[in-house]
């Protein structure tokens, strides 16, 4: 929409670039041409504003099938007014000279004029297309038609409009039809997940089988060597207790010798011992026969004092003093004789 302003009575109308403007005055065309800028008066004046840009158009309609299915057709055209001063002529794009708004509405008139040629097109083709195919090739016939169809539609280049591009998004069945024709493709794609799934268990058991005959064999093989392990113990045993029965024969004959060594050693010493003892017994006896009686007396006395523990004190009765002093005296020359 173009922008205009009020200065004193004047409007002064600036447009864009992609928007054509035509302006009358008194029936005169004073103006024309896209991106203008002027001055004018609203009484005296008629405008009119015309894009010149490329405009989508996008349409969704219902269409039947040679199968007599409903399928639904989204399809996009691009479209853009080559004519300006045509379209004018053939559709009301007059605007407000104050506003700038349009009086009527040209663009919905030119969606009606395309949906209407596309539609009618696409009819035509599904019309005498089964479901199956128009699903699967359906969208590029129709393309194909829809777009020559509006090529060669003689209202549009009278009205000024070039048709740049046509797109057809989707064709798409009802939600029960649609559901219907996806359950072969899922069952499809169920049997071959299931087969994966069923070859992917074999040869998970196919691997449990080898792992567990692995193992079978790694325990006969442990069980082998355990019994090679025990046989060898047994002789390691063996070869261990004959050599400590040698090693004790041998330890026990040394010991024996050793005894016999130590007794006969013993035996001697004893010998000698009592040899020396009786010669020192017989050298004491014969010492003491030699001696007075009252010398040996005064050294048996000296033994026993040495021996006797210690007396703090001595009480001597009369009884044992007389007793003893008559022993003594007896024991002189004159007892004797």
Do not use: C
């Amino acid at each position: 929409m173009a922008d205009i302003t009020r200065r004193f009575g004047w409007r002064h109308l600036r447009s864009a670039p992609t928007a054509h403007i035509r302006h009358h005055k008194r029936g005169r065309l004073t103006h024309d041409g896209p991106g203008l800028s002027f001055w004018y008066r609203s009484l005296s004046a008629a405008l009119s504003e015309v894009p010149v840009n490329d405009r989508e158009l996008a349409m969704a309609f219902h269409a039947r099938t040679g199968d007599f299915q409903d399928v639904t057709v989204q399809a996009t055209v691009t479209y853009r007014i080559s004519d300006p001063a045509e379209a004018a002529t053939r559709l009301d794009f007059s605007v407000d000279p104050d506003t700038g708004a349009w009086r009527s509405a040209p663009l919905e008139q030119i969606a009606t004029l395309l949906t209407e040629t596309a539609q009618q097109h696409a009819l035509d083709v599904l019309a005498r297309t089964p479901l199956a195919v128009a699903l699967v090739d359906g969208v590029a016939s129709v393309r194909e038609r829809v777009a020559t169809g509006l090529a060669a539609e003689p209202r549009l280049p009278a009205t000024g409009i070039d048709v740049v591009a046509v797109r057809v998004v989707a064709i798409r069945p009802e939600a029960e039809v649609e559901r219907a024709l996806r359950t072969p493709a899922r069952e499809q794609i169920q049997q071959e997940a299931d087969r994966a799934t069923y070859e992917r268990r074999a040869v998970a058991v196919e691997r449990e089988r080898t792992i567990a005959e692995n193992e079978l064999a790694s325990q006969i093989e442990l069980a082998r060597r355990e019994e090679q392990l025990v046989d060898q113990r047994g002789i390691n045993a063996r070869r261990e207790a004959e050599e400590k029965s040698a090693a004790d024969g041998v330890r026990t004959e040394a010991e024996a010798a050793r005894k016999v060594r130590l007794a006969r050693a013993e035996a001697e010493a004893a010998r000698d011992l009592g040899a020396a003892r009786a010669e020192a017994q017989t050298a004491w006896l014969r010492a003491h026969a030699e001696v007075d009686p009252r010398t040996l007396h005064a050294l048996a006395a000296t033994r026993l004092a040495e021996n006797l523990p210690r007396i703090d004190s001595l009480t001597l009765s009369p009884d044992v003093l007389t007793g003893l002093l008559a022993r003594l005296g007896g024991s002189g020359p004159e007892a004797r004789a």
